[in-house]
């Protein structure tokens, strides 16, 4: 303010805490106030933060006159603990008014603020010693006094303490933020020392620097005054504070902080999430494609979107073709997009004469291989360089213990450092495609086993299908004709049953092998089940070469067979179809060579018959049977039996499985092999099989309302069942009349009935499981599907086909793949069940790998209604 010193307004502060009062004169721009002693004001009190408050100058616009605003907290903007009072009011800050009294927290610690005009420096500063200001504290003021206040009122204040206070709050010549002053023509016109440390250069570039370009035009576009934004300068990135000041005509910018670390940071999250979705997307890839070699494209062909890497590649291992020296060759790639060719030098590489023995020994280990071709060993860069490769990371490829390839990224045009998300995702990856391919071994074998008979090695009758149908649509175009051989053993069951199965399956696999001596090198042998055979002999032009061959047959089997020890004798009975007017399938085809065969048996057995068309379809016994079959559900000669199923890890039954049972009244017990398809084929199994249902589901609500522990009952569903439009309706009419819910209600289809029409399968399946019943896929393995086809299909249970079971202690394979099965069925979430469990070499298997429940002779056979009573009460007691 411009006039004599007399003139002058001073501001005091007079502070009261526990070690007495004090007054101070407010002569700085800035005070600190709280209990550290390093603050311009001291308050002596524990209740006070170490820096609880800021006093700022704040100069009011237009005028010599300045007051002082009051700010809880210290200079980084953290607040007091116990908080901030003027005039009893809690506030964060406040402009002080001549009179305000400040409270530190609590009332022990207190400040006035004063503004005193008409008193010379001498005077104040003598009052201030003498402490005269005691009757002008406590009200008693003349008006002659020298100490007369003056309270500064205006209108704009309010606005202009604001506005003050955004530049002295950071304290612009002292805090180490870098701030700028820009007016409406581009001009700097202030720096403060940390900004011309910072941007040396930055008054002489002016709008040329990366601080000031394009600030202008970002002012004009703003609707606000103040804004944030972005900016790099060299290779460091800030973030900028700009704020408008109209009133000065002034752009004033302040470096909040370095945001370098933290955009890079963000680079390498937006990376890493991108790398995540491209393992996700891989993995859904290799899981849900069925062909592998598609799934592998796919697959890297993401990773290498999202890494921006020029060439992936997998490598697989494989002896060399002419030294047997283990080799690498390129087995997949992916190329970008304007890239140059592929690899030529990375086929059937020898590790050791190549000079990669490195690679070798360290990928095999489990380790990485990454860098720059330039600081490899020489023979590796020699190599590397012959491809035009300037860096690569390399990931091994394991199945459990071995080491069977790797994965890699390449760069061919430019020296790429590998970060640890590529790393770590290129490990996720190979893991996954190490997994698929696991899985594709193992459903090539189960593909196998499914197509094939596990006891002969023989085609299936799915196999032999498959093959005379592609043979019929071949012979469309030819003169040539097929013919269709159905052969019985004679006398089989008898040494079967006398001598056990030991004896009777390598009798089978010894038949197997003869018959396959007998026929020419283009026909083709299956086993169509137990005893029986079928034989295709494609490119047929005459009638002899067919007799030749069944004389051939029959001849071979009746030599000695030696077998454990016994010396046996079998013939056996053939039946032939020719590919023709009455017989134009394949289905037709092995319908009447079963005739035949039939007819063949009522000659006497031992000889071969052809089709005629006089031959019945059925033979006599079949067709007595079948008459049988449709009184016995009325003649009440069913009967169901129940076989337990025991949970492995606590020996607990958690499951009853009904056994459809037919007692005929002269022929005795008729297997369910026999009547079961005569049932499924005259449609009779409709009717049947909801009287099983209905039989199942009253006896366990039975037990269950005597106190028995709850289990599941199982119930098989044949194909025709099944595919039945009312089987909704009857399931819950069937349930509604026993009472029983239905999540005691397990109802078992098989792999072959499941696979047909998937689409019909999964719409039925999520019916039923909608309605809380269990879901099971029975006889697991011996139909042509695999795991990854059917975990879109909500079953709750799989069951392990029992004749994988019965080759578990003789085939080392087949303990695999039934390790593999359970493996993969946990990982759809699916409960395992091993059926047909014998021997307790089995068992202890089955418990090693982890399955779940088990059925079989070794813990129950199939139980009567009493017995399977009696079983749960002993559970129970």
């Known amino acids: 303010m411009a006039g004599n010193e007399s003139e002058k307004i001073r501001h005091l502060l007079v502070v009261q805490d526990p070690q007495g009062q004090r007054t101070l004169p407010l002569l700085e721009a800035t005070y600190s106030l709280g209990r550290d002693l390093r603050n311009a004001i001291v308050l002596h009190s524990r209740s006070v933060s170490r820096q609880h408050a800021i006093l700022l100058r704040v100069t009011v616009p237009n005028t010599d006159q300045y007051s002082f605003r009051i700010i809880d907290g210290n200079f980084q903007g953290k607040r007091s603990t116990n908080g901030l009072f003027v005039n009893g009011n809690k506030c964060l800050s406040h402009n002080l008014q001549n009179g305000d009294v400040v409270a530190f927290g609590n009332n022990n610690t207190q400040a006035k603020y004063y503004v005193i005009s008409n008193l010379s420096e001498q005077a104040f500063s003598a009052s201030c010693e003498a402490d005269d200001l005691s009757d002008f504290l406590s009200g008693k003021v003349n008006s002659g006094s020298p100490f007369e206040t003056s309270i500064i009122r205006d209108s704009n204040f309010e606005a202009a303490s604001d506005a003050a206070l955004a530049r002295l709050a950071s304290f612009p010549e002292l805090i180490p933020n870098p701030i700028i002053e820009m007016d409406l023509e581009g001009i700097v016109t202030y720096l403060n020392p940390a900004a011309a440390a910072k941007f040396p250069n930055l008054r002489q570039l002016g709008q040329k620097h990366p601080i000031l370009t394009q600030l202008l035009k970002a002012v004009e576009n703003q609707t606000q005054t103040s804004f944030v934004r972005e900016i790099t300068v060299g290779e460091e990135i800030f973030e900028q504070s700009v704020h408008y000041l109209p009133q000065s005509d002034l752009i004033r910018t302040f470096i909040i902080r370095e945001i370098t670390e933290q955009k890079q940071a963000e680079l390498e999250l937006k990376q890493r999430d991108r790398l995540l979705q491209a393992v996700a997307e891989a993995a859904n890839y290799l899981l849900a494609e069925m062909n592998y070699e598609i799934a592998i494209e796919k697959a890297l062909a993401a990773l290498g979107e999202a890494t921006n890497v020029e060439r992936v590649y997998l490598f697989q291992n494989h002896p060399h073709p002419i030294t047997g020296e283990m080799s690498v060759s390129k087995r997949f790639e992916w190329i970008k997009s304007g890239a140059e060719t592929s690899l030529y030098h990375w086929q059937n590489q020898s590790y050791q004469n190549s000079g990669l023995e490195r690679w070798y020994h360290t990928l095999s280990q489990g380790e990485t291989i990454s860098g720059f071709t330039q600081t490899f060993p020489l023979t590796e860069k020699e190599l590397l360089m012959g491809d035009n490769i300037k860096s690569l990371l390399l990931v091994p490829l394991r199945l459990e213990t071995e080491f069977w390839g790797c994965l890699g990224l390449i760069e061919c045009t430019s020296n790429r450092h590998w970060s640890k998300h590529e790393e770590s995702s290129l490990l996720t990856m190979a893991a996954s495609i190490s997994g698929a391919r696991q899985r594709q071994q193992v459903e090539e074998k189960m593909r196998y086993q499914a197509m094939h008979d596990l006891l002969t090695g023989l085609p299936n009758r799915l196999l032999f299908n498959d093959i005379l149908n592609r043979c019929i649509q071949e012979r469309v175009q030819t003169e040539e004709s097929i013919a269709v051989m159905f052969l019985d053993l004679d006398r089989f069951k008898i040494i079967n049953d006398t001598l056990g199965h030991t004896v009777g399956d390598n009798l089978l696999k010894i038949v197997a092998q003869r018959l396959q001596d007998a026929i020419r090198p283009n026909d083709i042998v299956a086993r169509w089940g137990g005893d029986e055979f079928t034989i295709l002999l494609p490119q047929i032009t005459e009638i002899q070469p067919i007799i030749q061959i069944a004389q051939n047959i029959l001849q071979t089997l009746e030599s000695a067979f030696h077998v454990h020890g016994h010396e046996l004798y079998i013939s056996s009975s053939i039946g032939i179809a020719l590919l023709g007017k009455h017989s134009y399938d394949a289905e037709t085809l092995i319908q009447h060579a079963d005739a035949a065969l039939y007819y063949a048996k009522d000659e006497g057995r031992n000889n071969y018959q052809f089709y005629k068309e006089s031959l019945s379809k059925k033979n ?25 199923r025991v949970n492995i890890a606590t020996n607990k039954i958690t499951g009853m499985e009904a056994l459809l049972r ?8 008729v297997s369910p092999t026999v009547f079961i398809p005569l049932a499924e084929e005259s449609g009779l199994i409709i009717s049947i099989g909801e009287w099983v249902l209905r039989q199942a589901c009253s006896q366990n609500k039975m037990w269950q309302e005597a106190g028995y522990p709850p289990i599941t009952i199982a119930v098989n569903l044949s194909p025709k069942q099944f595919r039945q439009p009312k089987l909704l309706e009857v399931l819950t ?103 047909g469990v014998e021997q307790p070499a089995e068992l202890e298997f089955l418990r090693s790998i982890n399955c779940d429940d088990v059925q079989g002779y070794l813990l129950y056979r199939p139980l009567t209604i009493e017995q399977a009573t009696e079983v749960l009460k002993n559970e129970k007691d």
């Open 733 to 835: 009419n069937i349930l509604t009349a026993t009472r029983l819910e239905p999540e005691f209600l397990e109802l078992e289809i098989t792999e072959t009935t499941a696979i047909a029409d998937l689409d019909f399968t999964t719409t039925v399946l999520h019916n039923l499981a909608q309605m809380g019943l269990l879901l099971a896929i029975d006889d697991f393995g011996t139909g042509y599907s695999s795991l990854s086809r059917l975990q879109v299909l909500p079953f709750h249970n799989l069951k392990i086909d029992r004749s994988f079971i019965k080759e578990l202690t003789k085939d080392e394979k087949v303990a695999h793949i039934i390790q593999a099965i359970v493996t993969l069925g946990r990982s759809l979430g699916l409960r395992l069940i091993a059926e």
């Open 620 to 644: 006599p016994e079949l067709l007595s049977l079948e008459k049988s079959l449709r009184h016995a559900l009325e003649r009440d000669e069913f009967i169901i039996n129940y076989q337990p």
């Open 662 to 669: 037919w007692y005929h009244p002269e022929m005795g017990i």
